[in-house]
């Protein structure tokens, strides 16, 4: 399985920089994927300082779409930074993934 994950994250989020796929199961009616950001830092979005201090993480569950009969659940793992301006009003925020999450989106 170790040599179909790189295979994966180019066919899953070849379009998306940051994210990094961490394992894959399958059953009969199911395919879940666990996958991860990478990218160092991110913008706050109160005041555009970009911020690498990792205040923690969740997951989130991009909206799920059949594929092949299946259904995909796709489990993303994203951080909450701590802005590096300490006057900014939105300190923690939760980093965002272009093509995948949006802020506030309940079905991404």
């Known amino acids: 399985m170790n040599e179909v994950l790189p295979q994966l994250d180019e066919l899953l989020f070849s379009s998306v920089e ?16 666990a996958a991860r950001t990478t990218l160092g830092r991110a913008a706050c979005p109160g005041c555009g300082c970009w911020s690498g201090r990792i205040h923690g993480s969740y997951l989130r569950f991009p909206h799920d779409l059949p594929a092949a009969g299946k259904f995909v659940v796709v489990s993303l793992r994203v951080r909450r930074f701590a802005c590096a301006d300490d006057s900014c009003p939105r300190n923690p925020f939760a980093e965002q993934v272009p093509g995948l ?7 991404d």
Do not use: H, M, N, Y
């Open 18 to 33: 940051g994210v990094l796929v961490e394992s894959v199961e399958v059953t009969d009616a199911v395919i879940r994927v």
């Open 101 to 107: 999450t949006r802020r506030f989106g309940r079905t």
